[in-house]
């Protein structure tokens, strides 16, 4: 669900303390009575900017970390500025801050403040500092197709309108994944995923699914595919000055299965899963054809063109304990 979590925050703002406001300042206008506006002005104007300020982040919130960062230190600075002023405005300018706009400042830069530590250590708890990385998921493919070749009914979703070339990368991706070792292929472009196709509900693979069934590992596998672009541009930027190119692989082998991200060009990347420890090599090389096909389509050279050593031949002999060890050359 593509929602935008901020977009009822301004709404919430505006009817619990804007609203009661509003009233006040109307049963003060009908009944004569003494009011302070400059008081009352000075909250409108805060909640206003606090509605706005809301609003704005759900627009940018793909930002949001660098928001935070950027917002902690401007209100930060600003309430140092205030402190300055109101403790030493009577001494050296016979001038000074009113005690209750000090004091809404403060009230609202420590809200602020507190209310980013918590959002912060929410994330933190659930294994996602960053929240870009959630926000820049975009809609996710939709439209449903399955197939079937040999023992092998496969999942298909894309986006509703894909291109030729696109097409092709998924009749790529299709030959590639079967029940064997290559389970979960996901193709992304411009910062979200253009189609997946998978066999993760073929019945041989049952046992692997324990705690979370196939859709939530299809939603998984795609977080954490935009989690692995996001942080293999920001190795990139150390990496540069290495000349070694960019990151083009990057393999999270684990205790079952493995998940390969392979980069494509500058806007597209696959991510590949396996759920067979076993399969790990296989897939591997899979992965590395497969991108080469695909780039072979939008007309690009390969670039996983790598050998692998030669298995030892024969069998290995022992070293007795009289024979001396060779000295490593230089």
């Excluded at 909640?47 to 401007?74: E, F, K």
């Excluded at 991200?261 to 399969?279: A, M, P």
């Excluded at 290995?316 to 490593?328: A, D, K, T, V």
């Amino acid at each position: 669900m593509d929602t935008d979590r901020f977009s009822k925050l301004p709404a919430v703002i505006a009817s619990l303390v804007l609203l009661p406001v509003l009233l006040e300042l109307l049963a003060w206008y009908i009944e004569g009575e003494e009011y302070d506006v400059a008081r009352a002005v000075t909250v409108v104007l805060v909640i206003v900017a606090l509605a706005l300020i809301t609003t704005v982040l759900g627009r940018i919130r793909a930002r949001l970390p660098v928001l935070l960062v950027v917002a902690l230190t401007v209100t930060a600075a600003g309430e140092a500025v205030l402190g300055f002023v109101a403790a030493f405005g009577p001494v050296l300018w016979r001038g000074g801050v009113p005690g209750e706009l000090h004091g809404l400042i403060t009230a609202g830069v420590s809200a602020f403040a507190v209310a980013t530590g918590v959002y912060l250590l929410v994330q933190y708890h659930r294994g996602l500092y960053l929240p870009y990385l959630e926000a820049g998921m975009g809609p996710l493919p939709t439209v449903t197709k399955r197939r079937v070749i040999g023992e092998s009914e496969i999942l298909i979703r894309t986006m509703p309108d894909i291109g030729p070339s696109v097409e092709k990368a998924l009749a790529s991706c299709v030959a590639m994944v079967d029940q064997d070792d290559l389970h979960f292929v996901a193709y992304f472009g411009d910062q979200r995923c253009r189609f997946y196709t998978d066999v993760l509900e073929d019945g041989d693979l049952a046992h692997f699914f324990h705690e979370t069934d196939q859709e939530e590992r299809r939603t998984i596998y795609l977080r954490a595919g935009n989690q692995l672009n996001w942080l293999t541009q920001r190795l990139n930027r150390q990496l540069r000055r290495l000349e070694g190119g960019v990151l083009i692989r990057t393999v999270l082998d684990v205790e079952r299965g493995a998940m390969f991200f392979y980069w494509i060009d500058e806007t597209r990347y696959l991510i590949g899963v396996t759920l067979d420890q076993r399969k790990v090599d296989v897939s591997d090389d899979k992965m590395a054809r497969l991108v080469d096909t695909i780039r072979g389509h939008f007309t690009l050279p390969p670039i996983n063109q790598r050998e692998r050593a030669p298995k030892p031949q024969g069998h290995l002999r022992s070293i007795p304990r009289s024979e001396r060890w060779p000295e490593s050359g230089s």
